[in-house]
């Protein structure tokens, strides 16, 4: 066998399906696919560069042997099988927000604190998506001239929540203009996955408010693994975010008023974003070019543009940033991680184990 | 004849035919109705309070007589007959940019700044969509404890641009539904109200770019108005503004950040819009409650939600503005403001006229 025994937790899934796609396209050398899905998807088979393996369930007898696992199963599912696959000698990067903000394990963007990697007790974290999208954009001003505040309002896409809601944003959108959709229009549409319709409609809630917080779960994460990834505390960098769902099937957007510490031209900001890894600058306004979410779909940079100052604040200025939730936002930088590993010799866990 | 002679300019349209049903359901004093429209609607029946019209041209002919007339036609048509229509004796609310910023055109939101239209010359502004509702929902705030700074991102609906735009969301809509549109999907649409597709996508780009300028009209609008309804200059009132397009039928969505002058917790911003006119406080974060777009539709009050501290600075709060754009947002302040001439015995044009 050539190549690394490779584990992904929830095969079948939006972000355990590009996962695949993504480790087939950059190439990562994979010697064996273990695909694990739930009970009803055991034996669905799955194809990686041009070889057929069918998927497993987690069990005693199926995670040993594995050099690295990919999760992308639920938060309960890592808080429970995380810890064995490290036991049985995997490193595992979990995309859930299970361990994410857990002392011991780094939580890594490839292009923003790779070195983190190294700290690695078996476990290492991917973050949020729209924190990811957001600090690989930041991260160069960050280093130039310092970020003391950041004031974010996001438009994310349904693929995040999974397949059932890219089948819901689908399936309300068509009984809605079979309605007739007109702006007044009050035909009521099925609504399982989000608390309130989502097609035609913008919510100003992604995930969920913890008991008695005004804030949702996905801005308490942007807000706090942001600090995380640049090590910054909360005196150091401010963060205020609001998320809000807004119709489209793949991409985030976010509207991000950034606060540095000295003075930054949008000139400045623009070619400073032009040399940094992952970035891309689409900024050109008197031909209408700014990043958009269906033209993000499908790529793994995250496109910045609408670069400008904020007339209400010397040190301020404004960014527009998309990017595919499923593939930089998850996926890919998944797939960054491990392949930071095997290029930093870091594919073993360190005995003994200490994940928790 | 008891009532007034009132004049709708593009009665035809979106914001007019909405003018039209708000002149009704608030049972304005129409004595009779003169509905203008472009050449190819002319003849064109329009029905108001049981009676039956027919739409005419603007012309000299035509635009004698008139008490009141609301403009929902485009800037340049207002630009030249709004002058002629005053000439003539009528009282014009115009509800397009083109007046709005000229010195001696009170720029009027009936639950903020009423005491301007007596002021009038003949004419009075009815504010851009996204200014409206947002100044309605500050208003309470900034009489409270001041405010220094907005930092603001807006989601807006495609009704604000028109007929043509509705039925563009529509058709793209459906041409990407049958097409399967999947997150990857690349299928290509038509689009030709906006410089790209809308469907299922964010354009962080409202009305245009002037040359050179990296805000767009849209931006700079709620700037401009929102301090000149407010009486207040850029140094003592700081505004940011980032405006999108969402695939959204009726009503833009808000999110602001509101710097206040003396703080303001979140109970007392709360118990201040509870009790504000024209605003309705919709925000209960643990039953999902929260102002939504397609709830707002065809509703004349501001929708606001999500109060809450931001935490990265002791005098901010977030807040969630939602309106129907076409009401609050356009029409039904443009009655407010009829309503307002009436109350106060304003429907009259001084001598000399001075609109200019």
New interface residues.
């Given amino acids: 066998m050539s190549g690394y025994r490779v584990g992904v937790l929830g095969a079948t899934g939006a972000v355990g399906s590009t996962i695949l796609r993504v480790l087939e396209q950059r190439a990562f050398p994979v010697g064996e696919l273990v695909p694990f899905a739930s009970a009803r998807s055991v034996g669905k088979p799955i194809e990686l560069a041009g070889r057929n393996y069918r998927c497993v369930e987690l069990g005693d007898d199926t995670i040993d042997g594995l050099d690295i696992v990919i999760s992308a199963a639920g938060g309960s599912i890592s808080a429970e099988w995380a810890p064995r696959l490290v036991a049985g000698g995997a490193v595992v990067i979990d995309n859930t927000s299970y361990w994410r903000m857990h002392e011991g394990v780094p939580l890594v963007v490839a292009e923003v604190n790779p070195a983190d990697a190294a700290r690695h007790r078996g476990l290492i974290a991917n973050p949020n998506c729209s924190t990811m999208q957001m600090v690989v954009a930041l991260k160069p001003i960050l280093d130039a001239v310092g970020i003391e505040?950041?004031?974010i309002?996001t438009?994310q896409?349904v693929?995040g929540t999974g397949r059932r809601a890219?089948e819901e944003?689908?399936a309300q959108?068509?009984a809605l203009?079979e309605g007739g959709?007109?702006?007044?229009?009050?035909v009521e549409v099925e609504a399982n996955v989000y608390?309130?319709?989502i097609a035609?409609?913008?919510?100003?809630?992604v995930e969920s408010?913890a008991?008695?917080?005004?804030?949702?779960t996905e801005e308490r994460k942007m807000?706090a693994e942001t600090r995380k990834i640049f090590g910054l505390d909360?005196d150091q960098l401010?963060?205020?975010a609001?998320c809000?769902r807004?119709?489209?099937?793949?991409?985030h957007?976010e509207?991000v008023?950034v606060q540095t510490t000295t003075p930054l031209s949008?000139e400045e900001c623009r070619a400073l974003l032009a040399s940094a890894p992952g970035v891309v600058v689409v900024d050109d306004?008197?031909a209408?070019g700014?990043?958009?979410?269906?033209e993000a779909?499908?790529r793994d940079e995250v496109l910045v543009?609408?670069?400008?100052r904020?007339?209400?604040?010397e040190r301020?200025l404004?960014l527009?940033i998309v990017a595919?939730n499923?593939r930089k936002g998850a996926a890919t930088n998944a797939v960054q991680i491990a392949e930071l590993l095997v290029a930093r010799g870091l594919v073993s866990v360190p005995t003994p184990s200490l994940v928790a």
Same sequence: chains 1, 2.
């Fill in positions: 505040r950041l004031v309002s438009y896409s693929s890219i944003l689908r959108s068509i203009l959709a007109e702006p007044t229009a009050d608390p309130h319709r035609f409609n913008v919510l100003p809630q408010f008991a008695g917080d005004d804030y949702t807000m909360a401010g963060i205020s609001t809000a807004v119709p489209v099937f793949g991409a957007s509207s008023n949008p306004p008197a209408s700014y990043p958009l979410a269906f779909t499908g543009g609408r670069i400008r904020d007339p209400s604040h301020c404004n527009w595919d499923l």
